[in-house]
């Protein structure tokens, strides 16, 4: 969240990808930091799944975060 953080006031667009374990902590550190950056969350866990299976949650997310990124 950092990251995404400093590269918004580097005026660089970026989104944030985590999976869906962690929306609440998501929600919680972007209050604290007054940041409302783009948000993509993926299936949960992302450890130790296959190279298929990787390619697979990408899939599933790539159009919300390029939608993210380049608006509606």
């Known amino acids: 969240m950092h990251d995404i953080s400093d590269l918004e ?3 660089v667009p970026g989104v944030f ?3 869906v374990e962690f929306i609440d902590a998501a929600q ?6 007054g940041l409302d950056a ?3 969350f993926t299936e949960h866990p ?5 190279d298929d299976e990787m390619l ?3 899939d599933q997310a790539i159009d919300q975060l390029i939608s993210s990124l ?3």
């Open 38 to 40: 783009a948000r993509v």
């Open 70 to 72: 380049t608006g509606p």
């Open 46 to 50: 992302i450890q130790d799944r296959t």
């Open 56 to 58: 697979a949650i990408a």
């Open 9 to 11: 006031r580097r005026g």
């Open 17 to 19: 990808v985590a999976t």
């Open 28 to 33: 919680t550190q972007s209050a604290s930091l």
